[in-house]
C-alpha cells in the first residue's frame, strides 16, 4: 500500500486536488521558453527565449493570476490536454505522471527544496534570455539542444 506522503506517485492526474495539481509542477520553467516547430515533420524545437513575464532566477511567473491575458497562449495544464501536448520536455512531472512514471528523486516534492533541481542543471535559470530582447524573427538562431 502506497504511503500518504507518495501521492504525487501514485494518486491519478484526474484525483489530485487543486493544491496538489500545482505542487506537483517542479518549477523548471522550461514550458516558459519559445518552441518553434517545423512546419512540414511536426517536430518541436525548444529556444533559450523565455516569456517575459518569467523571473529568471526564481523561475517563477510573475503575473501569473494574470498569465492567460498578459500572454493568450499561454498554456493551462490539465489532466485531460495533457495527451495533447507532447511537447512538454521529458522531465515535467505532469508529463512523467501521465506516463505513470515516478518523479526523480531532485523533484522538488521528492527532495523537498528546489535546491536538488538546480544542482541537477533541470531549470532554466542562467540559460535563457528574455523575449524582450529577440525579435519575433529571430527565435531560429537561439534553438537549444538541452531541453530533453
Ligand atoms: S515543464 Fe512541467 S514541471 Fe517544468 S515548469 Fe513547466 S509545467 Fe512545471
Ligand atoms: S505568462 Fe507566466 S506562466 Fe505563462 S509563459 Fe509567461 S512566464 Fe510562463
Known amino acids: 500500500m502506497a504511503r500518504v506522503s ?3 506517485n501514485s494518486k491519478p492526474l484526474d484525483e489530485l486536488n ?9 518549477g523548471c ?9 517545423d512546419a512540414d515533420s511536426g517536430e518541436v524545437f525548444y529556444t533559450k527565449v523565455r516569456c517575459r513575464y ?18 493568450p ?14 511537447w512538454l520536455p521529458s522531465t515535467c512531472a505532469y508529463r512523467l ?5 515516478p518523479l526523480p528523486a531532485w523533484h522538488p516534492l521528492v527532495s523537498g527544496s528546489r535546491e536538488a533541481m538546480y544542482s541537477a542543471g533541470v531549470a532554466i535559470r542562467g540559460r ?21
Request: charged share 30%; hydrophobic share 30%; net charge negative.
Open 29 to 37: 520553467a522550461k514550458c516558459c521558453l519559445h518552441k518553434l516547430e
Open 6 to 8: 507518495d501521492w504525487f
Open 54 to 71: 518569467l523571473d529568471e532566477e526564481t523561475c517563477r511567473c510573475t503575473d501569473y493570476a494574470n498569465r492567460s491575458v498578459q500572454v
Open 97 to 101: 505522471r501521465f506516463e505513470s512514471k
Open 73 to 86: 497562449n499561454c498554456i493551462h495544464l490539465r489532466p485531460e490536454n495533457l495527451q495533447e501536448l507532447a
Open 128 to 148: 535563457s534570455i528574455s523575449d524582450e530582447h529577440v525579435h519575433p524573427d529571430g527565435y531560429e538562431e537561439h534553438i537549444v539542444h538541452w531541453v530533453e
Open 18 to 26: 487543486a493544491q496538489q495539481w500545482e505542487a506537483l509542477c517542479d
